[in-house]
T-cell receptor, first 111, second 112 residues
Framework: GESVGLHLPTLSVQEGDNSIINCAYSNSASDYFIWYKQESGKGPQFIIDIRSNMDKRQGQRVTVLLNKTVKHLSLQIAATQPGDSAVYFC??????????FGKGTRLSVIA | NAGVTQTPKFQVLKTGQSMTLQCAQDMNHNSMYWYRQDPGMGLRLIYYSASEGTTDKGEVPNGYNVSRLNKREFSLRLESAAPSQTSVYFC???????????FGPGTRLTVL
């Protein structure tokens, strides 16, 4: 079946730089997307979400961009900090089924 | 407000043993979920309950059963544990299916 995928399994970023984590989705009917952060030994934690009628949404130091033309989702983290080191998952939703999670990208921040 | 709680935090079983993982939420959410996460992998949905009184299979239901005891509680049972079920199990809840899910801290299960 269709599933959420990720371009990069690992990403290393210098502290203070901006991070961009990418996610490809294959279901054009998906209408809701969420980014989660999972720190080591903990459960996933909501970061930001976006609906398909939007192209961009901003939070505190994070921005999610949605490009429906190429079915691409990205999470931008400004001024990356050591506390941002974690695994990041995108998840998509369509119809009346639960969220579908991607495999995740590990972000390592180099001090 | 504790959010989503899970018990136990850690468990070691022998092959063939049974056990039940408990999950409770205090957010008055309608929907609850059970996931497993293998090392270096994403979340795979085992079972979910869209609302009290209903349960549905997810991606990997074989070897598991669930019970939505009431609106607050959703348990996961392994009837005859196998080494392939060694994993971290996460429970989550949400107001409804198309909503943000809140996760518990996880149960780390090892089956020898």
């Amino acid at each position: 079946g269709e599933s959420v995928g990720l371009h990069l399994p690992t990403l290393s970023v210098q502290e203070g730089d901006n991070s961009i984590i990418n996610c490809a989705y294959s279901n054009s009917a998906s209408d809701y997307f969420i980014w989660y952060k999972q720190e080591s030994g903990k459960g996933p934690q909501f970061i930001i979400d976006i609906r398909s009628n939007m192209d961009k949404r901003q939070g505190q130091r994070v921005t999610v961009l949605l490009n429906k033309t190429v079915k691409h989702l990205s999470l931008q983290i400004a001024a990356t900090q050591p506390g941002d080191s974690a695994v990041y998952f995108c998840a998509e939703f369509w119809g009346n089924t639960p969220l579908v999670f991607g495999k995740g990208t590990r972000l390592s921040v180099i001090a | 407000n504790a959010g989503v709680t899970q018990t136990p935090k850690f468990q070691v079983l022998k092959t063939g043993q049974s056990m039940t993982l408990q999950c409770a939420q205090d957010m008055n959410h309608n929907s609850m979920y059970w996931y497993r996460q293998d090392p270096g992998m994403g979340l795979r949905l085992i079972y979910y309950s869209a609302s009290e009184g209903t349960t549905d299979k997810g991606e990997v239901p074989n070897g598991y059963n669930v019970s939505r005891l009431n609106k607050r509680e959703f348990s996961l049972r392994l009837e005859s544990a196998a080494p392939s079920q060694t994993s971290v199990y996460f429970c989550a809840s949400s107001a409804g299916l198309p909503n943000e899910q809140f996760f518990g801290p996880g149960t780390r299960l090892t089956v020898l």
